[in-house]
């Protein structure tokens, strides 16, 4: 049973690694459009539109990171106030979090399916290439729906074997941030 | 329930998920959905919903976080920092505690092209810590100066903390980087002060290293040109008007990624680079999702509005009120990362500094705010005993006691502190340089 938990583990984990790249690459290729862009505008023959380029691959790319940030526990939370408590008292209470954190995920994703395909029907265009604008809607459902897969996956096993390595992290704290 | 109500059950709501380890994030979307839902029922929630997250992710204006944080994991990967220690370390390296002045320098070298206080100090940490602790450098005075040194890399523009306030604030991001050079210019100095105390009371743990000779100090320092190019193209391209915010961070994280594959940096470090980015940006965008729908709701309850005209009703002197806000980043900062609790406090607090009488045009408070806003959350994150950047610092240098840790950093908190009041008293020194009053 448990060895599922961790071949699927892996497989999403190798999965929104590729994702993450995938996304860092898309964002690198906005940024160096950009560049593009400044350097046509110098030399006179400026891009129309280079904003709404750098638009889709940010949208693409920070769909693309969301799975990668929630499969190594990369959000920010609060541990301190709980350290004392007992280990399944904590369990519990992760796989509570871990729960209502899938819920959140599939709501925001479900909505943002939602309002693609309203941008879709009522075919609204960007504004300088008049590119359709479900485009972007599209490109970054694909990542979203991975990612209720894996915010499901994470509360499934931590309700089913407890979330592993994380109840009590050896420095006392989560840290991460900029 | 009265809106009002509402509102403070929406921060109770928030307060009691973060303290059962909800993630910040999450913890300020369901409050915010529950908020908003239970003002105006529920589809018209879900219909905020439909366009929210995705306007967020393709906002032009915000694609300059990731492209922020795409140039500083480019300038780690791409070991920019070693070079940039070295040329401090050859002016500076001989004197009384001039390794630890050197590291402050090199963090500030670093902070100029990394926007993470956390990121620089790790990154200072494996470059710098070594070294220090090599020459007879003791453990305390090693963490401490990376702890102080690391919120150069917020302080020092381009700083993700800055780029978030002043999108939140609708507030030139130009400005207020400019407004942050010379509070960051008195830190550097600040901290330099207090290695010099440190190292005269206590010289055995800060021996002078060896001298460098002039010729290899001009040859080192050759290096530090092209960040330097960088910096002053990106914040003086975004204060010039040259480019936007956003194209100057396109603009230097295509620079320092050419940077730092002259470095050395190949698909391995690219993928790092990547990957640290994804991490760094999925949570700084979750959190600015939850910020949005917990902020429109709380704005929908009319309690930041109402709670502001309460307070500017107070008989209480505005600067007094300004301090307590300041002191309640420094009590935060023991248990949130900064960005979460600059996130979660701007909703209430932005409207009740406006309200304040201070003498200055909204404009120039908000900018002034800012740079207070920005040095008291980095102190929050180096105060002893919690602060969180402590903790990660000590567990990099395995053998130093967290006392140890404390004991060094207590002189950056109190120089920190120092300047923040000189900042309170003469909002000039934040706000001379832009030109606004």
């Known amino acids: ?178 | 329930m009265s809106s009002y109500e509402i509102g403070v059950a929406m921060f109770a709501g928030v307060i009691i998920m973060l303290v059962l380890r909800v993630p910040v994030a999450i913890a300020m979307l369901v409050a915010g959905g529950a908020g908003y839902a239970a003002i105006t029922g529920w589809w018209p929630m879900l219909n905020t919903l439909k366009s929210m997250t995705y306007s967020k992710f393709s906002s032009y204006t915000l694609s300059i976080i990731p492209l922020f944080v795409l140039m500083g994991e480019f300038a780690t990967r791409g070991g920019l920092s070693q070079a940039l220690y070295r040329s401090a370390r050859g002016f500076l390296g001989h004197r009384r505690g001039g390794l630890a002045m050197a590291t402050v320098g090199g963090c500030a070298a670093f902070g100029a092209l990394c926007g993470s206080s956390l990121a620089t100090a790790a990154t200072m940490s494996q470059v710098a810590g070594p070294e220090m602790r090599r020459n007879g450098y003791s453990g305390a005075l090693s963490t401490g100066t990376l702890a102080g040194g690391g919120t150069l890399g917020i302080l020092i523009p381009p700083s993700v903390i800055l780029v978030i306030y002043a999108i939140y604030t609708e507030q030139s991001i130009g400005a207020l980087f400019i407004a942050a050079i010379i509070p960051a210019i008195l830190a550097v100095g600040g901290y330099m002060a207090v290695i010099w105390i440190y190292a005269v009371l206590f010289p055995s743990e800060a021996p002078p290293a060896a001298r460098t000779p002039w010729r290899e100090r001009l040859l080192q320092s050759r290096e530090v040109a092209p960040a330097a190019l960088v910096f002053i193209i990106v914040v003086g391209g975004i204060y010039g008007g040259w480019f936007s915010p956003t194209a100057a961070a396109a603009v230097g994280a295509v620079a320092v990624g050419v940077l730092a594959v002259i470095n050395g940096m190949r698909w391995k470090g690219f993928k790092d680079a990547c990957l640290g980015t994804a991490t760094t940006s999925a949570l700084i965008y979750l959190i600015l999702l939850g910020a949005e729908l917990f902020g429109v709701a709380l704005a929908l309850t009319r309690m930041p509005a109402e709670l502001s005209a309460q307070i500017g009703a107070l008989d209480i002197p505005p600067l007094a009120i300004i301090a307590v806000m300041l002191a309640l980043y420094l009590i935060l900062g023991c248990v949130l990362e900064s960005l979460a609790m600059v996130l979660l406090t701007l909703p209430v607090f932005i409207p009740v500094v406006l309200g304040l009488d201070l003498g200055l045009s909204q404009t120039a408070t908000m900018i002034w705010f800012g740079i207070l806003v920005l040095i008291a959350v980095e102190v929050g994150m180096i105060s002893p005993p919690f602060g969180l950047n402590l903790f990660v610092i000590n567990a990099m240098a395995k053998d130093v006691p967290m006392t140890a840790t404390w004991r060094g950093v207590i002189g950056f908190c109190f120089s920190d502190i120092f300047r923040l009041v000189l900042i309170v008293l003469f909002p000039g020194i934040a706000l001379w340089l832009t030109g606004i009053s």
Request: proline share 5%; charged share 15%; aromatic share 10%.
């Open chain 1, 1 to 178: 049973m448990s060895d599922r938990f961790v071949s699927a583990r892996a497989g999403l984990t190798a999965g929104a690694r590729v994702l993450a790249i995938a996304g860092g690459l898309v964002l690198s290729a906005g940024a160096l459009f950009s560049v593009a862009a400044i350097l046509a505008d110098q030399l006179g023959s400026p891009i129309l539109g280079d904003t709404e380029m750098v638009e889709f691959a940010a949208a693409a790319a920070v769909a693309s990171f969301l799975p990668w940030c929630q499969l190594n526990d990369g959000h920010v939370r609060i541990v301190i106030f709980t350290q004392a408590l007992p280990e399944p008292v904590l369990r519990g209470l992760d796989a509570i979090g871990k729960v209502l954190f899938a819920v959140v995920v599939s709501v925001l994703a479900w909505r943002l399916a939602v309002g693609g395909i309203d941008a879709f029907e009522r075919t609204r265009m960007t504004m300088f290439l008049r590119l359709p604008l479900w485009w972007g809607y599209a490109i970054a459902a694909v990542p979203m729906a991975f990612w209720v897969v894996v915010s499901w996956f994470l509360a499934v096993e931590a309700i089913v074997r407890g979330a592993p390595d994380n109840t009590r992290p050896t420095e006392g704290f989560e840290e991460v941030g900029p």
